[in-house]
């Protein structure tokens, strides 16, 4: 199950319709089935991020939140989780930049 490492707000800004989720993650095993995964929920639109297959810290693949739907000048609540698709093993993040465009 996931787990809640981060909470904030976020305020639609017009002009802004996409936040890339950039993530530094890594698990405590190299196998494949062990990835970390991080899911970004910003105003309920979300999107998740997965570690390589390492055991040490590496940016991942980027990927992007569809926010144009939110309405300009409104508060939203972020929450950022961190799971392994494996219930028996750790994952880890060291960093996590949500960029918007």
């Given at each position: 199950?996931?787990?809640?490492?981060?909470?904030?707000?976020?305020?639609?800004?017009?002009?802004?319709?996409?936040?890339?989720?950039?993530?530094?993650?890594?698990?405590?095993?190299?196998?494949?089935?062990?990835?970390?995964?991080?899911?970004?929920?910003?105003?309920?639109?979300?999107?998740?991020?997965?570690?390589?297959?390492?055991?040490?810290?590496?940016?991942?693949?980027?990927?992007?939140?569809?926010?144009?739907?939110?309405t300009n000048g409104t508060a939203y609540d972020i929450t950022v989780q961190l799971k392994n698709e494996n219930a028996g093993?750790?994952?880890?993040?060291?960093?996590?930049?949500?960029?918007?465009?």
């Amino acid at each position: 199950t996931y787990k809640t490492i981060l909470t904030g707000r976020f305020t639609k800004i017009a002009g802004i319709s996409t936040i890339t989720i950039h993530a530094r993650l890594w698990a405590t095993d190299n196998n494949a089935s062990f990835e970390a995964i991080l899911s970004v929920d910003i105003g309920g639109q979300s999107n998740t991020v997965a570690s390589v297959t390492s055991a040490t810290p590496s940016w991942v693949t980027t990927s992007t939140i569809d926010v144009s739907s939110l309405t300009n000048g409104t508060a939203y609540d972020i929450t950022v989780q961190l799971k392994n698709e494996n219930a028996g093993r750790t994952s880890y993040c060291s960093g996590v930049t949500l960029v918007g465009s």
